[in-house]
């Protein structure tokens, strides 16, 4: 039988369009995040694989959380991140989230509302924020405007793939309300273009995600640890550029993604404006040694 890390896609950390363990992070703390990045993303290429039958996807994500929890040493990624948490005494409890949103990934199909697809985002996008904090010792009130950012990203992430996810896996995240209002559906998902209804419904949902950005605007200014505060004020950057792109462009037809170029110009932006308003008082300013 193979492992679960046999089975990954081949996209790696540096391939995703968000950063992770950037250079801003302080290497101390970069082993433990790949090690959870790679627990992560093989778990989630399982639940995306082509061709694997359902049942076998979710034994598969069962193993991985008996490797993460010491039952067996079967998948070296979850021994790997249990070797990582126990390091700095943490619960694996960020981890078993994910592992609970990708099973969902295999057995939920659609989204009936907008608060469906929020609780999906508490399991699949929260944890990932709320697990950085606490490898920054950040207080727990801090949850409150990840929660928003990382919902955020979630769903931006939705839209730009929206018919990648319904043509390869018949997944739509789209909430079924939104649609219907719309006079949307989901075989339009399958055509090379947009409808007038269903781009009616993604820039609603794009603008509805635009709100959850603008509640979270304080967050990075919220991080104590300097480094994590500038890497949150990119990962910003580069969620407001994205949804702009969103609220404009149909995701069917056109670029909504960022460049490479683009992401990099965004970072350097966001990471001199960040480190400015630390500097001049404007952020938080009690942070750790950076």
């Not at 990954?8 to 703390?29: L, Q, T």
């Not at 992560?40 to 399982?46: K, M, N, S």
């Given at each position: 039988m193979t492992t ?224 994590l505060g500038l ?11 994205i949804v702009n ?46």
């Amino acid at each position: 039988m193979t492992t679960a890390g046999e089975l990954r896609s081949g996209k790696g950390h540096k391939d995703e369009n968000f950063p992770v363990a950037s250079w801003i992070i302080h290497p101390r703390h970069r082993a433990l995040i790949l090690a959870f990045y790679n627990f992560v993303r093989t778990a989630d290429d399982i639940a995306d694989h082509a061709t694997l039958p359902s049942q076998e996807k979710l034994d598969r994500l069962d193993q991985m959380e008996a490797s993460l929890l010491g039952r067996d040493e079967m998948e070296p990624e979850g021994v790997a991140l249990r070797a990582a948490f126990a390091t700095r005494a943490m619960a694996p409890k960020h981890a078993q989230d994910l592992l609970n949103a990708f099973r969902m990934d295999v057995t939920k199909l659609r989204y009936a509302s907008w608060d469906e697809l929020i609780h999906y985002c508490s399991l699949s996008a929260m944890p990932v924020g709320r697990f950085m904090l606490d490898v920054h010792g950040e207080d727990r009130s801090t949850w409150v405007a990840n929660d928003k950012l990382c919902a955020a990203l979630q769903i931006n992430n939705h839209l730009q793939d929206c018919a990648k996810d319904y043509r390869a896996l018949d997944r739509v995240y789209l909430p079924m309300d939104a649609m219907n209002a719309a006079g949307a559906n989901v075989e339009m998902l399958a055509k090379d273009r947009a409808t007038p209804e269903l781009l009616t419904c993604l820039h609603a949902l794009a603008r509805r995600t635009e709100t959850l950005l603008d509640e979270s605007r304080g967050f990075a200014r919220e991080i104590k640890d300097t480094r994590l505060g500038l890497e949150v004020s990119v990962i910003d950057a580069f969620a407001d550029r994205i949804v702009n792109l969103l609220k404009v462009r149909d995701p069917l037809s056109e670029n909504v993604h960022l460049s490479k170029q683009q992401m990099l110009a965004s970072a350097l932006f966001a990471t001199a404006s960040g480190f400015y308003r630390r500097a001049t008082g404007q952020g938080a300013l009690s942070g750790k040694a950076a």
